[in-house]
């Protein structure tokens, strides 16, 4: 591994393919004991958005530690000098935008487990789909700064 | 400031903010927030942006786009791309221009089940190209033929892009699907002809290849099995009534790993990779695609698609001129917007408006997905071509361009038929009575 920053980004992948892999396996199942006159999974919506949400928030800090958000790089030829700076200027606002996710979302996770939100099916607490996204969001922010940091350093 | 004004201004700081290399993301939900937060106070804004991002993640129908990314990222692993092409290159051996014709068919079939223009592109550069250049074929023009044949696989159902179309714009993806499989196997046959029409104008570009015996091309036909049995799987089991489009997706990515290890093709190292590969390309995605919902949410509120809608009848256009003035719109966004965004960022303002003039919202999808495929091989910034001429540096970028030309010509043929004919959307859902 060449960096901390590539560690972490491979982990946030395995953890994310791991949940989506579970994902399959759960709808595959349940499609072949449906197939075969077989009782089918109890709940197979819930647990599979519920993997979703797991399999795209675990994934999220790599999106940023591997710059693979999209932009429209056309700037990239006109003025290339601009560059750095709008990448940092970027990270920046990226830091500002998903930390204010992170408060907002927390706020409302922490409603739904005050009230003691659970789901139709399988009663599942409503705060299981909240913690992957709140951590999700918070990390992708740090993730944001570190980015932001290492184009400092960089330049 | 009024709320239309409003939205229009939202529309030019996201278009500011995009040319300033703003990940289109972070455009989309920055600008949507501060213009919600402008238009309807600072607490509301936040509420939203607190809600947003949940809402959409645990939503069931979105866990078909992970699904179909990791099928095309199996189906890219395990070699299927190149027994594709042969059995292609069996069926048209003997025409000229033969491998320009087993590219499209081949990229046709293996686009659709990749969901992928880039990667479709990507793979039959390293495939394609190659042959064609082995045998004589004019490089600009060989290039530009595999860019323009990536852009089927948005089209041809399955498709990654028409199942993000159907989160954004409330419409059902099995009658996506339906709709989009005629447009999509006629714009493969305007290429073919479009082809046959460059070989008898310009037969330097292509030799003649030789002929192959009967049996053969019936034994390299058989290697198109594996995306045959996918593409059943993904596709025709939804219509035959056996599951969801995300259990289809499930299915047939799973059939993809089973084939892949049977046929030795794929290790568990590879398996591991496809399934990261399609972790991270879902993040990016759902990333983009919760920045388009807060973006919409704020479009919404200030009504501005309404008040252009309004603007429109005023000024007594026609449905078709409105439609005219839509594509130009995409053919604009397209040319330095990759098909996703094109998508996500417009759809919120344009769909609204076609609806109000009376089209429908499945052949609105239909006819974005085509605008998209043009953008992707239109100049400045085309983004297959900027693949293959990374895969093939020695190519250079203007000559791919002037490759693709004939191809453009074909995309702009199938715009007017759907203009001009909706019937070519609408036939087949209609049949299968959706």
Known sequence: ???????????????????????????????????????PIHGTFELVELLLVCTFFFALPATFLRDENIVVDMIDTWRPRWVPALKRASAAAAVVLLATIAWQSWLQARNAMSFGDVTSDLSLPKILYWAPLVFGIAAGAVAAAAMAVKRGARK | MSLGLLGV?????????????????????????????????????????????????????????????????????????????????????????????????????????????????????????????RHGYDPGFSAGAVAAAGTLGIIIPPSVILAIYSIVAEQSLPKLFAAALIPGLILAALYVITVWIVARLRPDLMPETESMPLGQRLRAALGMWKLALLFFLAVVGIYLGWYSPTEAAAVSAFAAIVIAFATGHMRWRGLLDAFMETAYATAMLFFIVIGAFIFARFIVLTQFPTALGDWVKDWGLSPVMVILAVMALYFVLGTFLEEVSTILISVPVTLPLVLAVGYDGIWFGIFVTVMATIGLISPPTGMTVFVIQAQNPDIPVARIYRGTLAFLAADFVLVGMLIAWPGIVSWLPAVLKM
């Open chain 1, 1 to 39: 591994m060449k960096n901390p920053r590539d560690f972490v980004a491979k982990l946030c992948g395995w953890v994310s393919a791991a949940f989506l892999a579970a994902m399959l396996l759960l709808i595959v199942v349940d499609v072949v004991l449906r197939k075969f006159g077989l009782s």
């Open chain 2, 9 to 133: 201004l939202g529309v030019v700081v996201l278009l500011f903010a995009l040319a300033m290399r703003v990940p289109i993301a972070l455009a989309l939900a920055g600008v949507g927030f501060l213009g919600y937060a402008a238009a309807d106070g600072w607490a509301t804004a936040l509420k939203m942006l607190g809600s947003v991002p949940f809402n959409l993640s645990t939503a069931y129908s979105l866990s078909v786009i992970p699904l179909f990314i990791l099928m095309g990222a199996v189906a890219s692993r395990a070699a299927m791309s190149r027994e594709l092409f042969d059995a292609a290159n069996a069926l048209f051996a003997g025409f000229r221009g033969a491998l320009t014709h087993a590219t499209i068919g081949a990229c046709a079939a293996f686009g659709a089940i990749c969901g992928s223009s880039i990667a479709t592109a990507a793979t039959f550069s390293k495939v394609s190209i190659p042959e064609m250049r």
